[in-house]
């Protein structure tokens, strides 16, 4: 089952950023149509970083937001037949995805407390560990240590910021501020106008305003 | 939501991401210049956006995609057996035609046991006992005053039932509910409770929230229903607009059938003359003549409602007539308030053109479909019931603001009037809850807590129900009568959920549309509301 595997660098791979000439991405996932499998488990690797993130980011629990990718793929497999090539694969998933998000937040009424902390690091890869690890210097090169405990601590607040608005606020937040999506993107993936989504989208900052008051000028 | 706030909102979102050009943003430009404080908001929404974009990207654990390609693997190997199994000969279908017998006769014997041998009849509403909240007071679960112990009584007399059979149970509201959360006592009010009392609106409520057991799940339970009124002078538009809204955001919802269909006598029902005036003749010929001592006189055909909306037919007997006539003597103008009540009831349910239960939608769907109903329709405009639209945001806001921590606002409470309208509206209970909380951590953290003023009326390591804090907030009591002794789960079991904790959604919807007219706000007035500190937030004047 080799070809179920693909190269790790392709993870880091963005729809956009994969666009130039044919796209990887579309021409995997036709394949992964026409019944080949091992082009889907690189769907898989392509999407995988992205996807955890943004679920993570709606949801702020890791085991559920793992758990919510897979099953975003596994429904994506069994799916795949009703991609038409509308919107990009990515935003395909993605749109299961969130529905799966919204749908566990409104049945899981918990309180959930996002979190910085890291509860990853159990099981890595010596490869994941280090990307990681590279990504975080990266960003910590350039700051010192108060600057670095400053920012750890604006990130947990904006976190947990997130956390205590509603599914629908955070889904746009997401969307937008996290994953880039542009407006037709995100009125494609939640079905809703335009106008109502710009609209939700304001709202939702200004309710992301409210409960971060005291980190803005 | 109406066109105009949402055009303005979708604006002021592409302002600030950079996207809108043209007179459009001429336009906020040039407000942003006469206002430096809506500069200020947007600049607030610009760094919110970029605290986003900083927050640090995660990898997805490595087992991610070696779980999911194992079930891939699975699946090949599967389908690889699958294909590889050798086709049988002809099958044998009797086991199946066998098996497919018995499920039908199953289903037959099932189905004639539930016909022939249980009860036909069910009470209205099947969750009578099943209180988790407190009990009595505001949205009470039992009648408490001396106008539902009339009712009640009327209820049980009336209710159709042969001399000697037991009273069928007296439907019962959830409590906790917020059903009339302005004012009980205004009109809108009163309909409000009318529709949400409805049985079939219970019974949609709690058919489709499994409640049907004995005992529903609290997060089954639709005690955070919310009911709206609209009134509109086009309804049939109005209904398009709640449908597509409800549609396009996968809320599910049904269509009660129109509210309360309100008989006060049967002749006039005959003869489908549903006016309310001359409904009140047949009422008033045998109150007015028997209050007046005149002879006993065999009572007409009658039917009467009771607060839940059910129509109680009865043929009264001459001794029932002489017993109504007596009371009648003893008490006409009780009675015939109570008659105007019935008569206003009806007149409020002849308005009514549709009732709609929505099932859980979150409150940020409950905030756009109620500006969503404030809109403009093609022949003309909707007029929303502020007051319930209020009680929404200003929830949605308080919960957002964290403000649970404002001590002072059980006192400020009974004196400021912009509390006491918060009060009115709802936001009690949050403040209950604070405060309840807020004795449960000075019960258990003797040490660290401080003597605000939460702690001032209630004794510590005595809990309070919502209701007395209702009644305290009001003014109506002045002092909380502490109830039951408190560990910190009993406590907290007495309440709500604290305001963190509560559900972010599954928030259900009654919402009833009425005929009438109109509002819209424009960009300033978004700006504005947006510039405002959290509306009517009390500055914590901490009383220590």
Do not use: C
């Not at chain 1, 746009?172 to 809703?192: C, H, N, S």
């Not at chain 2, 047949?282 to 039917?303: K, V």
């Amino acid at each position: 089952m080799s070809s179920l595997s693909g190269t790790q660098h392709d993870a880091g791979l963005t729809p956009n950023e994969s666009g130039r000439g044919a796209r990887p991405d579309v021409a995997l996932i036709q394949r992964a149509q026409r019944g080949d499998r091992g082009a889907y488990g690189q769907i898989v690797l392509l999407y995988q970083d992205r996807l955890y993130n943004a679920m993570l980011r709606l949801v702020g629990d890791r085991e559920e937001a793992r758990e919510l990718a897979q099953e975003t793929f596994t429904r994506g497999l069994s799916g795949i037949a009703g991609f038409r090539g509308d919107s990009s694969p990515y935003t395909w998933l993605f749109r299961i995805g969130v529905n799966l998000a919204i749908s566990q937040l409104r049945k899981v009424q918990k309180q959930r407390t996002f979190s910085l902390d890291s509860g990853g690091a159990k099981g890595r890869t010596g490869e994941d560990q280090a990307s990681a690890l590279l990504d975080r210097m990266s960003r910590e090169q350039s700051e010192t240590p108060p600057q670095r405990l400053e920012r750890r601590e604006r990130d947990q607040a904006v976190l947990a910021a997130l956390g205590r608005l509603d599914a629908e606020y955070r889904a746009v937040l997401v969307m937008r501020d996290i994953e880039g999506f542009d407006y037709q993107q995100m009125a494609d993936v939640l079905g809703l106008p335009l106008g109502t989504l710009k609209s939700r989208l304001f709202r939702a900052r200004l309710a992301l305003r409210d409960e971060l008051r005291n980190y803005l000028k | 939501m109406s066109d105009i706030q949402e055009n303005t909102e979708a604006k002021l979102a592409a302002y600030i991401d950079g996207d809108l050009d043209g007179s459009d943003r001429a336009e906020i430009e040039k407000l942003l210049e006469q206002n430096p404080n809506y500069r200020r908001v947007l600049d607030q929404l610009r760094q919110t956006r970029q605290l986003l974009r900083g927050l640090p990207r995660e990898s997805a654990p490595p087992e991610l995609s070696e779980i999911f390609n194992s079930q891939l693997e699975r699946s090949v190997l599967l389908d690889g057996i699958t294909e590889q199994r050798p086709r049988s000969g002809p099958l044998n279908r009797w086991p199946q035609f066998m098996m497919a017998a018995a499920v039908v006769l199953l289903t037959v014997g099932l189905g004639a046991v539930v016909y022939f041998v249980l009860p036909r009849s069910r009470p209205p509403i099947r969750v009578a006992e099943n209180s988790v909240g407190p009990s009595g007071g505001l949205h009470g679960t039992q009648p408490t005053s001396a106008e539902d112990e009339e009712e009640d009584r009327l209820y049980r007399d009336s209710g159709g039932n042969s001399a000697g059979e037991a009273a069928p149970p007296r439907p019962a509201i959830v409590p906790g509910l917020d059903v009339t959360a302005a004012d009980p006592s205004s009109e809108v009010g009163e309909l409000a409770l009318d529709a949400y009392q409805n049985p079939q609106v219970q019974s949609l409520l709690y058919e489709t929230s499994g409640a049907n057991t004995a005992t529903p799940s609290n997060a089954e339970n639709p005690k955070d229903a919310l009911v709206m009124v609209v009134r509109s002078n086009d309804p049939q538009e109005l209904q398009k607009q709640v449908v597509a809204y409800l549609d396009a955001n996968s809320i599910s919802w049904s269509a009660a059938p129109r509210q309360v269909p309100v008989t006060l006598n049967l002749t006039m029902a005959q003869s489908n003359k549903d006016n309310v005036v001359e409904a009140v003749s047949p009422w008033q010929r045998i109150l007015g003549s028997n209050a007046s001592g005149g002879a006993i006189q065999p009572a007409p055909e009658q039917a009467q409602i009771n607060r839940r909306g059910v129509q109680l037919t009865t043929q009264p007997t001459t001794r029932e007539a002489s017993a109504l006539a007596s009371q009648a003597e003893v008490n006409a103008p009780q009675i015939r308030q109570n008659l105007d009540q019935q008569l206003a009831k009806k007149a409020r349910a002849l308005s009514v053109n549709n009732v709609y239960v929505a099932r859980r939608l979150s409150r940020v769907q409950l905030v756009e479909l109620s500006d969503t109903l404030t809109g403009k329709s093609q022949a003309g405009q909707n007029q929303y019931q502020q007051v319930q639209l209020e009680n929404v945001s200003q929830a949605y806001r308080y919960r957002m603001q964290d403000g649970m921590a404002k001590a002072a606002l059980p006192t400020q409470a009974t004196t400021d009037p912009t509390l006491r309208q918060d009060v009115a509206l709802g936001r009690v209970n949050f403040a209950a809850q604070q405060q309840v909380a807020a004795v449960a951590r000075a019960s258990t953290e003797p040490a660290q807590s401080q003597p605000s003023a939460v702690t001032q009326p209630i004794q510590q390591g005595n809990a309070v129900s919502f209701v007395e804090g209702v009644r305290y907030f009001r003014g109506e009591a002045s002092a909380l009568a502490t109830t039951r002794p408190a560990t910190e789960a009993s406590l907290m079991a007495a309440t709500r959920p604290a305001p963190t904790t509560m559900p972010a959604d599954a928030l259900y919807l009654v919402l009833v549309v009425q005929n009438e007219a109109p509002l819209a706000p424009t960009t300033q007035e978004s700006l504005e509301r947006s510039a405002q500190p959290p509306a009517t937030q009390p500055a914590p004047a901490n009383p220590q």
